[in-house]
């Protein structure tokens, strides 16, 4: 077996390549967000790390409803527009929950192509010297479930911070709606995030790279999510 080796060179292509993928990772995470909402008929926008959607018509209704009937609805009395507003109560519940999924599932569809790709693409990948564009793609595409493990790395160290799990996230939020541990959905797909990244790096990658491709992920990854959420994206993305 070869030594791990440490290329100067490749790790400023590679370092490049992590910020670039984690910036297209964020955007089109939220775009699978927007299409889901364009889909069910809401008005969406995209923004640099979070989409907004809402159908102003519904919204009027039931904030007029709640200022109207607050007292009924909190006691569950009878009001004139009850039948109504529950059934768009219960359609906003649910469309919230496909919405919410709907940016994790691109990632994690984009990611588990990408892996189908480089299992595919295996055997030329492993006895290559030098990687061809197309082969990085394919690998790039597959590190898209690193969104998992990043979540939950930060999810952690939310709790260290303050004190307490946070309750947003994608994936938290969809944990509560099926009245799951909040961590649930979570941790499953960052252990399969985990196990996918192993396996890429030390059944895949070349023996040669893989020193150098670990060292660009960790601190490519790193300024490419503060490059984009901090710096860039809320002047280009607002």
Do not use: C
Not at 108 to 133: C, D, E, H, P
């Amino acid at each position: 077996m070869l030594p791990l080796k440490f290329d100067i060179k490749r790790f400023g292509f590679l370092f490049l390549a992590f910020i670039i993928s984690t910036i297209v990772g964020t955007v089109s995470h939220e775009y699978g967000h927007y299409a889901d909402a364009k889909y069910l008929g809401y008005s969406s926008t995209v923004s640099y790390g979070y989409t907004n959607w809402n159908d102003e018509a519904t919204d009027r209704f039931m904030v007029s409803a709640y200022l109207n009937y607050s007292k009924e609805i909190e006691l569950q009395l009878d009001f004139p527009e009850k039948k109504e507003f529950y059934s768009i109560q219960k359609k906003q519940i649910k469309d919230d929950f496909r919405i919410t999924l709907g940016g994790p599932f691109q990632t994690m569809l984009t990611g588990t192509l990408g892996f189908l790709l480089v299992l595919y693409q295996r055997n030329k990948i492993r006895k290559a010297n030098v990687l061809s564009w197309s082969q990085w793609i394919i690998i790039f595409l597959s590190l898209f479930w690193l969104r998992q493990f990043a979540n939950l790395i930060s999810w952690v160290a939310g709790y260290f911070f303050k004190g307490q799990f946070s309750l947003s996230g994608d994936e938290i939020r969809s944990a509560i709606s099926l009245g799951l541990p909040t961590g649930t959905i979570l941790i499953v797909t960052a252990l399969i995030a985990i196990a996918l990244l192993i396996f890429i790096i030390f059944k895949i990658l070349p023996v040669n790279i893989r020193l150098t491709f670990i060292l660009a992920g960790f601190f490519g990854g790193i300024f490419g999510y503060f490059f984009w959420l901090f710096w860039i994206g809320p002047f280009l993305l607002p």
